[in-house]
Structures are given as C-alpha cells and as structure tokens.
C-alpha cells in the first residue's frame, strides 16, 4: 500500500488542523510532492509505509523544534527564531542563506508558520544530502555540469540504494490494513482516527 501527494496533503493536513497551536494555512499539493521527493527511496512517486514512517518522524522532531522557538505560542516563528531552529536541526548556513530563507518562506510580517518551516526544513534535508551524494571526497566541494544542475534541481535529490528497493519489494501490508483506504491507513499510522 502507498501513498500519494493528494493522500498525504489529506493525511498531513487532518494532522496539523487537530493542533490548534500551529497557526497552518495547512499544506499544500506542492509541499507534498516535494516531501514525497525527499523520502521516495524506490522512485514510485509514492510514500510507503516504512517511508511514510520515516517522514512522520522527521516531521515530529521538526515540530519540536517549532514549538521550542514559539515561546510566545503564537503559532509563528519569527525570522531570528529560525535562524536558531535551523542551526538546531543541524542545518548550517551563512547569513546570505538565512536571508533567502526568510524572503521565501516568511509572511509579512517576517513571520513563519509550521508547515512553511517544516517545507523550508525539506528543501534544506533535501539539497544537503543531494550535495553529499555528490561530494565523494567529503572536501564540501562539488562540481556539476549544466546538464546535472538542471537535473539535480528538477529532479528527485537523491536515488534509491539497491538495499531499499529491495526492502519495499518485501514489504507486505500488515492483515489489518488490507480493507482500508490508503488515506485511512496512514492517517492510523499517526494515532489520527
């Protein structure tokens, strides 16, 4: 059983709308792919469960990052807030990079609610782990031809190891799950029902 980006959107925005502490417009078709991308490690373009499960964590420990730095629990974070939170995930950027974040993902207000921190939090996981791929020597140097660039940028980050492909095909999903609608079956697998 996989999920979907229209899924997930549902699964995901049933979630935060439970949390009356996040100020969220909730998340969108776009967001989802991009969270899809991230944690696709058999090319589907689906989330499996074991996925799906990896992608509940992360996005669980980014909330307690969020939470930490809403100190006024407004629901927001303000831009000098995240900086804080993304160093605290283990994100280390210089302050030119901190300004695109802001300038992206901040209201008017300079202001930034969860699910545009948690949509900062994927692109960041996801142009981290596309430059180690690509950094063999571990010098935090790379060079990319054109061609790569513009793959790398409108691609998927990152590709599946042979270890992971092969763990999906083994996958079966599990008795109770096998009458259920997708939707359902993750949105069970987040003690949401």
């Known amino acids: 059983m996989e999920i979907c980006a229209d899924e997930l959107k549902k699964v995901l925005n049933t979630v935060v709308n439970k949390?009356?502490?996040?100020?969220?417009?909730?998340?969108?078709?776009e967001s989802c792919r991009s969270m899809i991308a991230l944690m696709d490690t058999d090319g589907s373009g689906?989330?499996?469960?074991?996925?799906?499960?990896?992608?509940?964590?992360?996005?669980?420990?980014?909330?307690k990052i969020f939470k930490h730095y809403d100190t006024d629990q407004s629901g927001t974070i303000n831009s000098y807030e995240m900086r804080n939170a993304v160093n605290?995930?283990?994100?280390?950027?210089?302050?030119?990079?901190?300004?695109?974040?802001?300038?992206?993902?901040?209201?008017?207000h300079m202001n930034i609610d969860f699910d545009?921190?948690?949509?900062?939090?994927?692109?960041?996981?996801?142009?981290?782990?596309?430059?180690?791929?690509f950094d063999k020597d571990g010098d935090g140097i790379?060079?990319?031809?054109?061609?790569?660039?513009?793959?790398?940028?409108?691609?998927?980050?990152?590709?599946?190891?042979?270890?992971?492909?092969?763990?999906?095909?083994?996958?079966a999903v599990p008795p109770w799950a096998r009458n259920q609608t997708s939707t359902g079956f993750y949105l069970a697998c987040c003690g949401v029902n």
Not at 19 to 29: A, E, N, P, Q
Not at 147 to 161: F, G, I, K, M, N
């Open 88 to 108: 605290d995930a283990g994100f280390h950027l210089n302050n030119q990079l901190y300004d695109i974040i802001t300038m992206r993902y901040a209201d008017k």
């Open 116 to 133: 545009s921190f948690i949509c900062c939090f994927v692109r960041l996981e996801g142009m981290f782990r596309a430059f180690h791929a």
């Open 46 to 63: 689906k989330l499996n469960l074991q996925e799906f499960h990896h992608l509940w964590n992360k996005i669980k420990a980014w909330q």
């Open 142 to 171: 790379i060079k990319l031809n054109v061609l790569e660039a513009v793959c790398r940028s409108t691609c998927r980050w990152h590709s599946a190891p042979p270890c992971a492909r092969a763990l999906h095909h083994l996958h």
């Open 19 to 29: 949390h009356k502490d996040l100020k969220t417009h909730g998340f969108t078709l």
